[in-house]
């Protein structure tokens, strides 16, 4: 990609070790401690964290900003009507989809002004593979593809996130007529919402984060727009799965909307590490789901500071309602929820799958939802 | 020939798997010597299906001839399609000395007095089964062939195993069902799975059954993994009582393959932790789903690996104890359908 300097500049916080926890929930781990132990055992992350503690240590700064953990707190999802910000079109896409969800490191020199541009150039790029025969088989179609990048604006959170960009692909049939509607092949979707002011104030000048990448469609056009990405921005992709920790947080945050928009059920699929494999789906009605969680946020010594309890969401009462399903569950059958894995949550509010696939169907908590994806893709981060 | 017995030829065809083709029309026996030596069992199923459909001309086959086949080849492959289970309710006296040829004389009149146009077929396989097949029709049209209803019956037993049955012609063949075998009333037995020899035998506990022994046994577990001596021999004595105590809730050897369970809990949050929810005087309603391709293997090796504690829960136990893979759970007495207390703990 040519000579460039690269400078990767850390923050070092002045002073000392702060003991009580930061308005927004980030606990920052303390200078000279090195581990934070995760729970999930895919290989993908422990090659990002290994890779990142590597870099760390061989440039000699201990790891303040990279040894993250996801937020132990968060705020409580409140309904936003998001749809008098954003494009109906656009916002009705981003429902209906289901996205493969994977990590985009910062993107260099992506300028949102110049989308029209990349629009052509994606389009020439895969027209190109097509013609090596590298390209089997897309879609059947002889004549090539327009590919539009848009941006969909209203989304943002803080000034820091970038704005989203929205990518599709749609055929582009050679003696079309001037009423054929063109069908939309592939999707794609670039975002940052409420990403770590930190990390992002720690990026060179010219790169732009984006860490969030989804997709729909085939696989042939999405490994074509992953490597003209790789080759325009020289960024790199990688899987992203959603960790049990924030498929138990979804579990949590969309039970706590069922006040304002009801949840219609909460559904929760386990699977167990037995000889055939066993399956397990744990259905919950929606109200009793409902008054479990407020039974759990009920704190006596939340209710004597007052105000704050309702706004903020803790880990421990993510937990603790977790638990309470799983104890129900043992009452029952004696059988230990812990000793399997959550691999799917759904909800009226949207589906999230294990593996990294993410469906939103209602618009007024998407923000929250994609709050947490981003900082899952963020923590992915190699460096 | 008629259009629709083309048609009932062609499908039954290709539902046919291609090895199965050649003794399949053996079996049924109605083409002659010529025929049958004409028949080029290499070629794909399409010129196969033509040279049938001539065939059928030359013969003159009517759909009669065509249900019988299909017959066989559902007889010969019957774990396709959902089957239910059903028992039958309060015998009369002479409902243990039922013959056959009496019991398929009654089921025939009295169907036909329920449906104008129904086609029945029946027939007694080996095993003591007797198999049934509807072709439904109504008052203004004739038996409509392509969605036949199955029956599978073991005279002089109380259960019954139907598949493809819509819920409009349930009560037809529940009473044609009860007046030719001397009943009085049948029941769902919230029993249905995919395989019906599974299901079968489940319910007649046709399968390897372990029964509690004074002196600890061991019982061989098949695949040995390696592991560290030391802890082989410190777990070794609750290993054996776990797959001991698996295994008589389950059965021994092989299984039969159930796919799924599904438990409505409508029972209370207890948990002492938890005041408010246990204080709360309405259920915690929710259902549970077990699935797997074979179920009952699934929760023997969490029973036996110590996933699920063991001595096995009623509620895992009754699955093949009473032959039932739908239950609702309340915390009174045997309700209507549910016939379990929760454990409580």
């Known amino acids: 990609m040519g000579k460039r300097d690269v400078q990767i500049c850390f923050r070092f916080p002045s002073g000392t070790l702060e003991m009580e926890p930061p308005p927004n929930g980030v606990v920052r781990t303390p200078l000279n401690s090195v581990v934070v132990q995760r729970r999930s055992k895919s290989k993908s992350y422990r090659l990002s964290y290994r890779s990142c503690l590597g870099a760390a240590s061989r440039l000699g700064f201990t790891p303040a900003l990279t040894a993250r953990r996801l937020n132990t707190s968060r705020r409580a999802p409140r309904s936003r009507n998001i749809s008098e910000k954003v494009n109906s079109e656009q916002l009705a896409l981003l429902l209906k989809t289901e996205w493969r969800l994977s990590y985009v490191t910062p993107l260099f020199k992506f300028r949102h002004t110049q989308l029209k541009s990349y629009s052509r150039q994606l389009s020439a790029f895969i027209a190109a593979e097509k013609q090596q025969g590298l ?9 090539g593809f327009r590919v539009s990048f848009s941006v969909v604006q209203g989304m943002t959170e803080t000034d820091d996130d970038a704005e989203t960009v929205l990518i599709q692909i749609h055929t582009n049939p050679l003696f079309a007529r001037q009423d054929e509607p063109q069908r939309s092949v592939w999707s794609g979707l670039l975002t940052c919402i409420n990403g770590n002011t930190d990390y992002l104030h720690s990026l060179p000048k010219d790169f732009i984060c984006l860490p969030l990448f989804g997709c729909s469609g085939s696989e042939v056009l999405t490994t074509l727009v992953k490597s003209w990405f790789q080759q325009a921005f020289d960024c790199s992709f990688g ?3 959603i960790s049990h920790t ?20 909460l559904k929760m699929i386990w699977t167990l590490p037995v000889v055939p494999p066993l399956q397990i789906t744990y259905t919950v009605n929606p109200q009793d789901a409902w008054e479990l969680w407020s039974s759990v946020r009920r704190d006596p010594q939340e209710e004597n500071e007052g105000g704050e309890a309702g706004t903020s969401i803790d880990i421990k009462e993510v937990m603790r309602f977790v638990q309470g399903l799983k104890g129900h569950f043992y009452r029952h059958f004696r059988l230990d ?15 999230a799958k294990y593996n990294g696939r993410i469906k939103i169907s209602n618009s007024r908590y998407m923000i929250t939802t994609l709050t947490l994806l981003t900082e899952c893709a963020l923590l992915k981060m190699p460096i | 020939m008629d259009d629709s ?41 399409w010129p196969l299906t033509e040279k049938l459909l001539s065939i059928c001309e030359e013969n003159e086959w009517t759909t009669k001839h065509i249900t019988e086949l299909e017959m066989i080849c559902v007889i010969d492959n019957p774990n396709q399609g959902m089957w239910r289970a059903f028992q039958l309710m309060d015998p009369e006296d002479d409902a243990h000395s039922l013959e056959l040829t009496q019991f398929k004389e009654q089921f025939k009149s009295h169907l036909s007095e329920l449906v104008r146009h129904v086609s029945v077929k029946i027939k007694k396989h080996t095993d003591e089964a007797v198999w049934i097949r509807i072709a439904w029709g109504d008052g203004f049209s004739r038996p409509n062939h392509l969605k036949p209803t199955y029956v599978v019956h073991h005279l002089q037993t109380s259960f019954v195993f139907v598949t493809s049955l819509t819920s409009k012609q349930k009560p037809l063949l529940s009473q044609a069902l009860v007046l030719s075998t001397r009943h009085h009333a049948i029941k769902d037995a919230n029993l249905s799975g995919r395989n019906l020899t599974a299901i079968r035998d489940l319910l007649m506990r046709q399968y390897e059954q372990v029964f509690p022994t004074k002196y600890s046994s061991p019982l061989e577990e098949k695949n040995q993994t390696p592991s560290n001596p030391h802890i082989e021999r410190e777990q070794a004595g609750p290993f054996a009582n776990r797959l001991q105590m698996a295994c008589e809730a389950f059965g021994g050897g092989t299984l039969p393959q159930l796919q799924s369970a599904v438990y409505k809990l409508e029972t209370k949050f207890r948990d002492q932790t938890n005041r408010n929810m246990t204080e709360r005087e309405e259920p915690f309603r929710c259902v549970v789903k077990f699935e797997s391709t074979n ?11 110590g996933i699920a504690s063991t001595p096995v829960t009623p509620l895992l136990s009754s699955i093949p104890l009473k032959g039932r893979n739908y239950f609702v759970i309340t915390d009174n007495g045997p309700g209507p359908a549910s016939q379990m207390h929760p454990s409580q703990k």
């Open chain 2, 5 to 45: 017995t083309r048609r009932l030829l062609q499908r039954l065809i290709r539902r046919i798997p291609a090895p199965m083709l050649k003794p399949t029309l053996e079996k049924w026996g109605r083409l002659t010597v010529a025929q049958r030596q004409s028949m080029d069992y290499t070629q794909r199923k």
């Open chain 2, 295 to 305: 179920l009952l293997e699934s929760l023997r090796h969490s029973a036996s690996s």
């Open chain 1, 337 to 351: 929820l812990s000793s399997g894995s959550l691999k799917q949550v759904s909800t009226a509010l949207g589906s």
């Open chain 1, 246 to 265: 924030s498929l138990q947080w979804l579990v949590a945050l969309w039970t706590n909307c069922h006040s304002e928009s009801g949840i219609q059920q």
């Open chain 1, 239 to 241: 899987p992203l799965e």
């Open chain 1, 135 to 143: 390209a089997v088989d897309v879609e059947g179609s002889q004549s």
